[in-house]
């Protein structure tokens, strides 16, 4: 080192001696020198010797161009090469000028004459030129150049010449001072050079000195700095951490073992790498972008990345810093990282299953409390919050018994703080009207390492289903006993009902004394059962003011109670102290009662039934429905003359009868229609006959299924007799009756009429009231007539097609003045235009008449209307008024002969009573009906149905 050291000093020294004799050479004077010798002197010397040169050739040249002529010579003719020449000696003259430094002030002089003379042999050269060409003869030209020429060139020549001495002389001169000037150079340098020397060789030994300090100090730095950077290496390679630099590229500079090892290669193998070799390109960019940023801010930066390697997920921490230089400029980055992927799967394994916890914490359904030893919630789940509907931070910090059972210290039989007394687990069932829910508390200490309580846990589970379930299940139970005593009650009611050959006082006794075990409190309980005027009670029965009673009623109508009391006052419930289920007993044993009673009534009506039917003067039969008998009464027999049933039961029906096949007929129509009434004529035991009425139907049971068929037989045999009596009599009679009073009223119209002379007013008026009354005698005494015929059956009713519209049309149109001198209108609505039955034309003209005569009389004001319509197989007819009206009494009787009713109005009009008698006994022959419908102060709505024609060909 030393001898480098010196070496460059050597080195040092040459230079300097270098630039020594550089500067001393390069000083002014020398420069000087050189240059005038160099620039001025020699080339003026030059120049001079130069234009002496030219001075002779010139003269030679001329004197050639003389003599010889203009001959070309190395390729320029003789004038041109004198031209040439002129011209140069007119430059010499100028370049001395030039050289005015060297020459000194008369070098102006002297130019001027050099000028001036080189002017003159030009300008002689140029007359001889002229002359030559004026074709002047050798001589001629040659005197011109000794008259002219010479003169001029001698004394430039001689000028040339004192020159070139003068110049030589200066050159010498020049030359003297350069040497001069060099050796005081020359000495200058050896002095500079060697005190240059002197003085590097000073330093140089000075620098020595302290070099060898210097570097003896800084071989034990060096070794300590490698002794340090050995164990910095050490320490590097053997962290745990992963460490790397880079320049400011992000190339790597350097890394250590371990990092080299992750990266699978040789830690010198990094050197002048980047990310994109190890790492996916954009975790290479992250890592790039990470650098640049720290490198741009010149902050560290600490930083926690996850990546994927080899499949796996893994986490590095990382501090990255900005290497800087001694003046502070960023040069590269730092990196120092380590793989915390186990601390992070330790971590996130720490919180999965803190979060698992939580969870579960927050999915228990019951109400769970953590509590610190003062009792104060530090955490609640879901469960609670949701159960108490409150808020975690309303629960949190505050004390169970603040925030649960809104009071002041902790509650007295607090699980919890069991729990904390003696370290075991505590459950209580907790029904504190302030929480608002019944809870079943189990509360269990938290204990930390050293076994001590540091808080508890508190798990409440919300019991108000189990609550309701055990409170149904209780009165389930109790309902369940109830229904039993109720069930016991009503089965002994049964069971009396049904012994045998019991009376219904027992009946009724025995159920009071049933009632009271089935009450909710038998020992205060006591009954009554009123029925009609009899009472049957408990030996305990008192009245008081705990009652309970339901109604006896057999078919709707009420006939006794049943009544329970209870002696003393017990809590309300349902109705009074009684249940709701004691209501529904007491209704059914007073259903029941009143069903027994209603079964007695009915078997004894039976009784009185079979009794009636056994001894009716009517006979009755009871035939199977193959028309076999199978019971019949006593008067059967009697009327038969039969002694036994035993003769007749079982016997065809069809054999007591005259005519077989009238029987069969009637069978069959009965088949049909479910009753037949009728006239047949029976045959005895002993074969001779008697006329009966007979009424059969067919008998059905509830469901509506045919069981046998019911006769019930009138002798009639009397009957027919007298009818025949009255019919003969009624003919006679109405004869015998009528023939006088044609003549009555044809005499009393003659004398009326004058024809038996003059009246007076008062005969007038007598025979008025005869004629009046006369008439309306014979009117009654037709329809009578007219009803008995109709009735008894003799009078052939008319078998025609009848179109049923032109018989109301036209009997309203003989209506209609009758209506109108009333003021009342006559209104008619025909819907359809044929309504075709069968039947008389005449006797149902005379209904339609009788019901609007009837119309009209009753109604004093508004209008009657008629109403004729097609009612589906029917034909209707209606006649309705505006009239009078009828009350229900009068409504019922309308159709009885002789009916007419109370009303004033009605009784001052004329009537038999006998018209509507004879129109529902004319419509019924005709297979029809009529109804009606009044309301008094109203009026009056007749209504006839007929089968259309078409219906009873269907029908047969
Ligand atoms: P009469 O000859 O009295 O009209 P009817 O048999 O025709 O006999 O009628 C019997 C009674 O029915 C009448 O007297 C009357 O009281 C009552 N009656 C009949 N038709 C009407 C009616 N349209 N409005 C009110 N009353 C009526």
């Keep these: 080192m030393r001898g480098k050291l010196w070496l460059g000093f050597l080195m040092v020294i040459v230079l300097l001696w270098v630039i020594c004799i550089y500067a001393v050479l390069s000083s002014m004077s020398v420069r000087e020198v050189f240059v005038k010798l160099g620039h001025y002197v020699v080339p003026s010397a030059i120049t001079m010797i130069e234009m002496r040169t030219e001075l002779n050739e010139l003269r030679e040249e001329t004197l050639a161009y003389i003599l010889r002529g203009n001959v070309v010579s190395e ?53 001889i030129t002229k002359l030559k060409d004026q074709g002047a003869g050798v001589d001629e030209l040659l005197e011109k150049m000794d008259q002219d020429f010479r003169p001029a060139f001698v004394p430039l020549r001689g000028l040339v010449g004192e020159l070139i001495a003068e110049h030589r002389e200066k050159l010498s001169a020049a030359e003297t001072l350069v040497h001069d000037k060099h050796d005081t150079s020359i000495r200058i340098i050896l002095i500079v050079g060697i ?81 994109y070799e190890f790492y996916p390109k954009q975790l290479a960019e992250k890592y790039r972008g990470d650098d640049k940023r720290i490198m741009e801010s010149g902050r560290t930066e600490d930083l926690e990345e996850q990546y994927i390697q080899d499949g796996e997920k893994r986490w590095v921490h990382t501090l990255k810093t900005p290497v800087k230089d001694e003046d ?20 996130e394994e720490i919180k999965q299953r803190a979060d698992e916890w939580q969870r579960t914490f927050h999915s228990i359904a019951d109400l769970v409390f953590i509590q610190d030893k ?79 309580i540091i808080g508890g846990v508190h798990v409440a589970k919300d019991i108000t289903e189990r609550k309701k379930i ?52 038998p020992e205060v309980t006591c009954a009554r059962i009123i029925l009609d005027a009899q009472t049957f009670k408990t030996k305990n029965f008192k009245e008081t003011a705990w009652k309970q009673t339901s109604d006896i009623t057999v078919r709707g109508k009420k006939i006794g109670s049943v009544e329970v009391f209870y002696l003393e006052e017990k809590p309300n419930t349902d109705e009074g102290p009684f249940l709701k289920d004691e209501r529904s007993l007491i209704d059914d044993i007073a259903q029941q009662l009143g069903r027994v ?47 036994n049933d035993r003769e007749v039961l079982g016997k065809p029906i069809a054999g007591f009868w005259e005519k077989r096949e009238k029987v069969l007929e009637t069978l069959k129509a009965l088949a049909r229609e479910k009753n037949w009434m009728g006239e047949l004529v029976a045959r005895r035991k002993n074969g001779s006959t008697f006329d009966v009425q007979l009424l059969a139907n067919i008998v059905e049971n509830e469901a509506g299924k045919a069981i046998c068929i019911m006769a019930s037989v009138v002798d009639i045999t009397e009957r027919k007799k007298i009818e025949q009596m009255k019919s003969d009599f009624v003919s006679l009679a109405s004869h015998e009756l009528r023939t006088p009073l044609t003549s009555i009223v044809g005499y009393v119209d003659l004398i009326l009429d004058g024809d038996t002379g003059e009246i007076n007013k008062e005969q007038r008026e ?77 006797r149902l003209s005379q209904v339609f008449s009788n019901l609007l005569s009837n119309a009209i009389k009753y109604t004093k004001e508004g209008e009657v209307k008629v109403l004729a319509q097609n009612k589906g197989r029917f034909a209707s007819v209606i006649v309705e008024d505006t009239g009078l009206g009828m009350t229900r009494d009068e409504l019922r009787s309308v159709f009885t002969r002789f009916f007419r009713s109370e009303d004033s109005y009605v009784r001052e009009t ?47």
């Design 597 to 643: 009673i209603d079964r007695r009534d009915a078997e004894r009506e039976l009784i009185i039934k079979e009794e009636a039917i056994a001894s009716s003067v009517n006979a009755i039969a009871l035939a199977d429905l193959e028309g076999n008998l199978t019971y019949v009464n006593r008067s059967f027999l009697d009327m038969w003359g039969y002694v």
């Design 75 to 127: 390729g320029k003719t003789s004038r041109e090469r004198l031209e040439e020449l002129y011209g140069e000696l007119r430059g010499f003259a100028e370049e001395h000028l030039e050289h005015e430094i060297v020459v000194g002030p008369k070098a102006r002089a002297e130019a001027e004459k050099l000028a001036t003379l080189s002017q003159k042999i030009i300008l002689t050269s140029a007359e």
């Design 910 to 956: 004329t009537g038999t009573g006998l018209g509507l008698s004879i129109a529902k006994a004319t419509i019924e022959r005709h297979n029809g009906e009529i109804k009606v419908e009044s309301k008094l102060g109203v009026g009056s709505k007749f209504e006839v149905i007929l089968p259309l024609l078409e219906e009873q060909k269907k029908g047969g």
């Design 470 to 521: 055990e409170e149904a299940l209780k009165k389930q139970t109790h309902d369940l006993g109830e229904r039993v005593k109720e069930l016991h009650c009503l089965y002994g009611i049964s069971e009396l009902v049904e012994s045998k050959g019991i009376f219904l006082e027992e009946i009724l006794q025995g159920t009071a004394d049933l009632i009271p075990p089935s009450w909710e409190y």
């Design 374 to 452: 003062d009792l104060r919630f530090i955490r609640v789940n879901k469960g609670a919050t949701e159960a108490l509907k409150a808020k975690p931070e309303d629960l949190i910090g505050k004390t169970c018994y603040e925030v649960l059972h809104k009071r002041d210290k902790p509650w007295s039989n607090c699980p919890m703080a069991k729990a904390f007394k003696d370290g075991k687990t505590h459950t209580e069932e907790i029904d504190d009207p302030n929480i608002g829910i019944p809870l079943l508390v189990s509360a269990s200490p938290i204990f930390d390492e050293k076994g001590k």
């Design 766 to 842: 007598f025979l008025e009231i005869i004629s009046r009354n006369t008439q309306r005698f014979e009117a009654l005494i037709n329809d009578v007539l007219d009803i008995e015929k109709i009735e008894s059956g003799r009078i052939q009713l008319k078998q025609e097609k009848v179109n049923l519209i032109e018989i109301v049309e036209t009997s309203a149109y003989t209506f209609k003045i009758m209506a109108e001198t009333k003021g009342l209108k006559l209104e008619k609505e025909i819907k359809t235009p044929e309504l075709e039955i069968l039947g008389d034309p005449d």
């Design 195 to 275: 005190l240059t020397t002197l003085i590097a060789l000073v330093v140089a030994s000075f620098v020595d000195r302290f070099f060898v300090r210097y570097i003896t100090k800084r071989k034990r730095a060096e070794e300590v700095l490698r002794e340090r950077e050995a164990r910095y290496r050490t320490l590097v390679e053997n962290i745990p951490q992963k460490i790397f630099l880079k320049d400011r590229d992000s190339t790597y500079i350097s890394c250590n073992e371990n990092y080299a090892r992750d990266l699978k290669i040789e830690s010198h193998e990094i050197v002048g790498k980047d990310d």
């Design 328 to 347: 502070g400029n960023i040069t590269g980055i730092l990196g120092i990282f380590r793989d915390i992927t186990e601390r992070k799967k330790a971590e």
